[in-house]
Each structure stands twice: as structure tokens, then as C-alpha cells.
């Protein structure tokens, strides 16, 4: 139920200081908000557009063991998310419009924000046979991301009609790009001194760049839109700045944890750190930071990848890569971009709600907070800390990266539609 409500003195993100009227869903004109209105004191916070995720894993159907739609949205709207693209891969794959249209009424019931639906690419993620990918864009889901992510489409010319059929209806392929030989099912370890050292098998950054490289040929080549899902390497962010540079219509993301978190982490063979593509190296974290900072890299996307005990509790090289994202997503970046002084908050805005939004197709998120506009906001405080609790995660799994760290903890509210979603 969506309420009335005056957030009063909120600092918006190019520090002007505002109020807020929320009334009906929307921004309202403050000056209209009636004498007994409810009021919410925003001094000292700052209030963003409601953040969107362009990948999230919520696991149903298939895996509610790991997370549903209800749990990972309540983890979403805790880490000040009104909207999630849920990936494909779930069980049953989501490669059909009846699939597609599941997903979407469950999150309409259950969802603690908006909920986009990521199509697959190819049957099943099997890399031989396209999915319906024109049946699931022009489904009451409205696909507009297809995405096989967990597994990359090897085979150059599927990838190139993809490519080819989404233009019509303006989608966008999203990509995870791991050479398949390179790098291969095995590989878990940033090849490096490390990999060496622990005796894990190397994923080498060129298994990454390479088909980065050969995608946005692809892209130029049917003049259509490519998403790289998770940089995570120098090399890969050098292609796509040559690719933008070059007028290709390249769009790419990074991770709260290849911003943060380096190769040295997997030394204890904690499964918690096994992620796909793995944590790299300093330099290459310097890299992805500089390129979400100047814009070659587009979006903050959390691939958040809840995984239940039982698929964790594995020698390194056996368990499932994948770890959680949302809950500290703006945290992270808050850490690693503002507070060291490499990005401003409009920035902030740009790449965790407007691009993403923008890069979905995703109507009435990622706007400003201007009067008319829905009411899809965060408020933020800038200067709370607290040390993670993974046990006290709204996920169903504890597979949480930043357990025990010391953080930011910057969000005491998150409105969808004007509903609170979450309040600290
Ligand atoms: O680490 C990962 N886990 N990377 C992916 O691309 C997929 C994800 C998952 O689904 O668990």
C-alpha cells in the first residue's frame, strides 16, 4: 500500500537540500503535502534514485533453498534497490515466454521491488540453439536483457544472430565473457603467481578480453547493442574503450567485489571467495576503478549469487562460484569510489540507477527526483559504519563476502513506488 509521506531537508545528489512529498506512488509538490501529513526528518541524508540492478540471481524457480523472489527483493530493497533483473539460470531455464511470464507473476505477488526478467540467449544455456527471443520481448514480461551469464555463447555465429534479433526490438545481449577453452569449466583462480602458489587452475584475464573483443566486432557488425556482464580485467576495459571510442554500441558493468576484493583472498581456500570470473589482481582492480570513474565502464551490477550451504561446503575447485552483492552493493562503492575521492554522487546516480535503467529499458526507474516522477528513492546516510553480519543477511544464504567487515552502512530507507520497502 503506497503512503503519504513528507521526507523533509534530504540532500539531494548534487547537494542541493530538498523535501520530498510522496503521495500516491509519485513525487508530489511538497508545498501541496496537507498540514498532517507523516514527515520523516532526512537531515544529513542524502536522497538517490531508487538503485537498479542489471544482474541479479534470485534462484526461483529451481533453487528456493538459496534465495526466492521474496528473499533476494527483501535483500534488494535492504541494500536500497527498487529494481533487480533476475538472471536466466534458473531451473526450469527461463528460455520461453511461458517461462519469462512465470517469473514476472511471481514477482508481481511476492517482489519487494520491480523485478525485469533476463531471457536467455540460447535453449536451456546450452550455446547450440537460440532461445524464443523475440516471443519473450513481446511477452507480458516484456524481456528486453537476454543473458546466458554463468556460461558464455562461445559459438561466434549465434552470438552474431542474437545479436542480430534483438535490434528489432531494441534489446540488448548481455555477455559472460570467459573463453570456453581458456578458461575452461575447471578454472577458478586469476591465473597469476597466486593460482601457481595454491595449486588452483588459472582463468587468465585473456580468457575474459578475447571474447570481449570479438563481441563488440559483433556488435559493430550488426550495428546492435552488447552488455559486458562483470569486467573484471585491465585488458578488458582497454577493449571497450577502444570500442566506445569507436562508436560501437558497447555497454559494460562492474561488481561491488572486483572493486574491492583482490586475488590474495582466496589463499585460505574459503569458498566464500570463489566467483566467477574470479577476484583478480590490484592492478586490474585499479583498472576497473578507473573505468567505472571516466565511464568506460557504464554500471555498478552486483551478481548477486546466493548459494546454499551444501554447494559451498566443497574443496575450492569443486564448490559453485557466486557470491552475495546487494545488500552491500552501495557500500562498496561508497568506499571504494566516493569516499576516496574518485567519484561524486551524481556519478554515483548515474552508474547504480540511471544507466542501469537506461541499459534495461526499464521505464520509470533510474529517473531524477523531480515532482511527477515515481516515487523510487533511497535515503542515505553518508557517514554510518558498522562491521557486516552475514547471519543478519535478509538472503536465504550466507555466502557474503564482507562478513566481518568494516563497511558503510548507508541505507535507512528504500521506497518503491512510495511504499517502504525498507526503514532501518
Ligand atoms: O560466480 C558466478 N556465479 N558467476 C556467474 O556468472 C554466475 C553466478 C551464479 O549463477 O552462481
Redesign the pocket.
Known amino acids: 500500500m503506497s503512503t503519504s509521506l513528507l521526507i523533509t531537508g534530504a540532500t539531494l545528489a548534487d547537494g542541493t537540500r530538498s523535501d520530498l512529498y510522496l503521495a500516491d506512488g509519485v513525487l508530489a509538490d511538497p508545498a501541496s503535502a496537507p498540514a498532517d501529513v507523516e514527515r520523516f526528518d532526512a537531515d544529513g541524508l542524502r536522497a538517490l534514485p531508487g538503485l537498479v540492478d542489471l544482474h541479479t540471481?534470485l534462484r526461483q524457480p529451481g533453487r528456493e533453498d538459496a534465495e526466492t523472489i521474496a528473499s533476494g527483493t527483501a535483500a534488494a530493497a535492504r541494500g536500497g534497490f527498487t529494481c533487480v533483473h533476475a538472471?536466466a539460470?534458473t531451473s526450469p531455464v527461463t528460455d520461453t515466454a511461458e517461462a519469462a511470464e512465470y517469473v514476472a507473476e511471481l514477482a508481481e505477488r511476492e517482489a519487494h521491488c520491480e523485478v525485469r526478467v533476463v531471457g536467455a540467449i540460447t535453449k536451456g544455456l546450452d550455446g547450440a540453439e537460440l532461445a524464443e527471443l523475440g516471443l519473450m520481448a513481446h511477452s507480458a514480461a516484456g524481456v528486453r536483457v537476454f543473458s546466458d551469464?554463468?556460461r558464455c555463447v562461445g559459438d561466434s555465429q549465434l552470438m552474431r544472430r542474437a545479436l542480430s534479433y534483438v535490434k528489432s526490438f531494441d534489446g540488448v545481449v548481455a555477455q559472460?565473457s570467459q573463453d570456453p577453452r581458456l578458461a575452461g569449466p575447471g578454472a577458478c583462480c586469476h591465473e597469476s603467481e597466486w593460482s601457481g602458489r595454491l595449486g588452483l587452475p588459472g582463468w587468465p584475464s585473456q580468457a575474459e578480453s578475447v571474447i570481449v573483443a570479438r563481441d563488440v566486432q559483433l556488435a559493430e557488425l550488426t550495428d546492435s547493442r552488447v552488455h559486458v556482464?562483470?569486467v573484471s580485467t585491465a585488458e578488458s576495459v582497454d577493449v571497450i574503450r577502444w570500442a566506445k571510442a569507436r562508436g560501437i554500441r558497447v555497454t559494460a558493468e562492474v561488481t561491488p567485489h572486483h572493486l574491492l576484493l583482490d586475488t590474495p583472498l582466496v589463499a585460505g581456500y574459503d569458498t566464500t571467495f570463489k566467483?566467477?570470473?574470479p577476484l583478480r589482481t590490484s592492478e586490474h582492480l585499479e583498472a576497473v576503478r578507473d573505468a567505472l570513474a571516466d565511464g568506460t565502464i557504464d554500471a555498478v551490477a552486483t551478481?548477486h549469487?546466493p548459494?546454499a550451504r551444501q554447494d559451498k561446503d566443497h574443496p575450492f575447485d569443486i564448490a559453485?562460484?557466486?557470491?552475495l552483492g546487494l545488500e552491500q552493493a552501495l557500500a562498496v562503492v561508497l568506499e571504494v569510489m566516493v569516499n576516496s575521492g574518485r567519484m561524486d554522487w551524481p556519478t554515483l546516480v548515474e552508474r547504480m540507477s540511471a544507466a542501469p535503467a537506461r541499459i534495461g529499458r526499464v521505464p520509470g526507474q533510474g529517473r531524477p527526483l523531480a515532482v511527477g516522477e515515481p516515487a523510487n528513492l533511497v535515503l542515505a546516510d553518508p557517514s554510518a559504519r558498522s562491521t557486516v553480519d552475514a547471519s543478519a543477511s535478509r538472503s536465504r544464504s550466507r555466502n557474503n563476502p564482507y562478513d566481518g567487515r568494516d563497511l558503510p552502512d548507508p541505507v535507512v530507507a528504500t521506497f518503491h513506488r512510495g511504499v517502504p520497502t525498507y526503514r532501518r
Request: glycine share 12%; proline share 11%; charged share 10%.
Open positions: 540471481h538472471m539460470n551469464d554463468g559472460h556482464c562483470h566467483v566467477n570470473p551478481d549469487a548459494h559453485l562460484p557466486g557470491m
